[in-house]
């Protein structure tokens, strides 16, 4: 037994073992190895042993006892839960002997929880599902899951459609309420016999698109004037049946786009409207908001204005037929003459205009996939733009820009689009990338269009040494939703607006409701930065489950073709490696450098990886094998052939 003195010297040190330790609340940080880090809220890091780690998920806000470890560097012990953000969460079931797991599909979440039998819903092994967590392991470390629902195997046809669209929580279904307040408004709606619209009817519409596309949002006719063409162009007008902050309104503008997979599609709005009662339909009536444009023979857009109308299409076109008749290989659109020669004339003249006074687009080379009946990519073709996508996108362009000038004059708020031109968080990256390839802007001032413009065309020139239009996107802005007229300098405008797709495009349907609200003389509650900034995460969503089914399908078409040499360009590079894209599928792969048994030093500035025997540069041409398909992880990795990657030396 201890003595008095010995249980004094006992406790002491026990008290000054709990002086030295520290309590406070923190947030989890996992790592791709089993240790983490306990995140303080005075921004301070604490080391988190692989054995607490099993305690806890990353992003768990947790309460952690803080003590020095044996060398006296500060651990971290998770001592209590406070709150966990993972609630459900799609994945895939796995197996370990008897044992039944799901492995989640979260970006920091690596470790599978257990199933119990009583959990399982009747799943399977490889069954993709939705599921939630039903037992934290903040006690023992063993957590539990439970499935809520079986999104489908791993051989069901369109699963990376249906798997995305879950994962993302795409809506997919409309609610009850939502399609009965609905079907009372279109059996009230009588747009036709509106008073107020302009009777259009006589002029012959036509409408251009996909030969499968049944949500037709525009139609277009063309006459000529005194001084070039007027250019009409119809827009579905499915505000007049959808009622201003009404659960239905609420619902569409909680999807934000229509979203396309590849043989599936999530539409914007109930099909009753998008391809019945709105739809542009070939000969038959239908409401819309119409934009009369004089074009001069130059190509100038002048004056404009919108009208409330009703009109008939007179046909329901196709892209491959119109483009085969303007080519002059098609006769039986000879009807349809009198309208498609004039929106032709209007194109040319639009497209020579913009190419001179604007920016447009660099053509790039399409792939057309063919689907085989599970919906996997059974062979994909590359194509070239049609003439009759250009002079339709010429089209709306030109609508877009007026839309954008009407908000901009009547202080409507839009919303606008608007591009930045060069990021304003690299600005002296900026500037020394001007200095050092473009000396004679130095001294003007980045944010105006027209030196922007001047820039780019600059940058476009063939005859540079370095790829340098390329070489300055990763110095660019991405595009963005606004409340004010701003400049898109991506276009070279002075403003710009998005208004011609009402029936898949949230933001053009609200740009509809302003415009027509201005028309009518009343009040249209304005859009607000709130509504702006949650449709622009919308459509992040809806575009970041569509890449990711894209990618999937990819990397189940690359998994039969994994040995194989191909041709293929280099898209971007940094310094552990690059991106190649395949000329042939139009595939994007990553190349790791680091892994190469040479040493890679990397040029910003040449836009160069160089080793002593060895160069690849940004947009060069070269052969690559297909190394690595990992379906589950959706990842394609690509290895150069030696003998085709050695590149010309880059000038300095």
Not at 24 to 31: H, R
Not at 465 to 478: G, K, Q, T
Request: proline share 5%.
């Amino acid at each position: 037994m201890l003595n008095q003195d010995s249980l004094t010297q006992l406790k002491g040190l026990k008290a000054q073992m709990e002086a030295e330790k520290e309590r406070a609340n923190a947030v989890v940080k996992g790592t791709q190895a089993r240790y983490g880090f306990a995140v303080l809220e005075d921004g301070r890091e604490i080391f988190i042993p692989p054995d607490e780690m099993l305690k806890a998920f990353p992003d768990d806000r947790v309460g952690v006892c803080i003590r020095p470890d044996k060398g006296n560097k500060p651990i971290a012990e998770i001592e209590r839960l406070i709150d966990c953000p993972i609630g459900e969460f799609t994945g895939r079931c796995v197996r370990k002997g008897k044992a039944m797991f799901v492995e989640p599909d979260l970006p920091r979440l690596s470790r599978w929880l257990f199933i119990p039998p009583h959990a399982r819903n009747g799943v399977k092994e490889g069954d993709y599902v939705r599921s939630a967590v039903l037992r934290h392991p903040i006690k023992d470390g063993k957590p539990q899951a439970k499935i809520l629902a079986i999104l489908g195997a791993a051989d069901m046809p369109g699963i990376e459609n249906h798997y995305t669209a879950n994962k993302y929580q795409l809506p997919m279904e409309w609610s009850k309420d939502a399609l009965t307040e609905l079907e009372k408004n279109l059996e009230s709606a009588q747009p036709v016999a509106d008073q107020r619209r302009r009777d259009l009817t006589d002029l012959e519409f036509v409408s251009i698109d996909a030969a499968r596309t049944q949500d037709i949002d525009d139609a277009l006719y063309a006459e000529i004037s005194s001084d070039g063409w007027n250019l009409y162009v119809a827009i579905a007008d499915p505000t007049t049946f959808i009622e201003e902050g009404s659960l239905l309104d609420q619902e569409i503008a909680e999807r934000a786009t229509s979203i396309y997979f590849h043989g599936d599609a999530i539409p914007m709005m109930p099909e009753v409207l998008s391809q019945e009662t709105c739809a542009l339909a070939e000969d038959q009536y239908r409401p819309a908001l119409v934009c009369k444009i004089a074009v001069s023979d130059d190509g100038d857009v002048g004056d404009f204005e919108f009208l409330e109308a009703t009109i008939r299409s007179r046909a329901k076109l196709s892209y491959l037929a119109v483009d085969r008749y303007l080519a002059g290989n098609y006769d039986e659109l000879m009807s349809h003459a009198t309208p498609l020669e004039a929106l032709y004339q209007v194109y040319r003249a639009l497209r020579a205009r913009r190419e001179t006074t604007g920016l447009v687009m660099e053509e790039r080379r399409e792939y057309r996939w063919f689907l085989t009946d599970d919906k996997k990519i059974d062979h994909i073709e590359p194509y070239e733009k049609l003439l009759s996508q250009k002079l339709v996108e010429e089209c709306m362009v030109a609508t877009n820009r007026c839309a954008a000038r009407f908000l901009k004059e009547r202080e409507c708020s839009g919303p606008f689009v608007c591009h930045r031109g060069f990021r304003p968080d690299r600005k002296d990256e900026v500037k020394r990338f001007i200095a050092r390839f473009l000396p004679d802007f130095v001294e003007r001032n980045l944010e105006e269009v027209d030196t922007y413009r001047e820039i780019m065309v600059s940058l476009s020139d063939q005859s540079q040494e370095l790829p340098l239009r390329a070489m300055v996107n990763r110095l660019l802005a991405r595009g963005e939703l606004l409340t004010r007229p701003a400049p898109h300098m991506g276009m070279g405008l002075e403003c710009y607006s998005n208004c011609t797709s009402p029936l898949r495009k949230y933001t053009d349907f609200l740009a509809h409701r302003q415009i027509k609200a201005a028309l009518q003389g009343g009040n249209c509650r304005a859009v607000t930065s709130e509504q702006v900034v949650a449709v622009s995460e919308r459509l992040a969503r809806g575009r970041q489950a569509s890449q990711e089914a894209e990618l999937w399908l990819q990397c189940g078409y690359l998994e039969q073709h994994q040995g194989e040499e191909h041709q293929a360009r280099i898209t971007h590079i940094n310094s552990s490696g690059f991106t190649a894209r395949l000329l042939e599928f139009g595939i994007d792969g990553q190349v790791d450098l680091r892994k190469d048994p040479e040493k890679f030093s990397f040029d910003r500035w040449t836009a160069t990886l160089a080793s002593p025997t060895r160069q690849f540069q940004l947009e060069q041409e070269l052969k690559i094998r297909i190394e690595r398909v990992d379906v589950a992880k959706r990842e394609i990795e690509f290895v150069p052939v030696t003998e085709n990657s050695a590149a010309p030396e880059t000038p300095a």
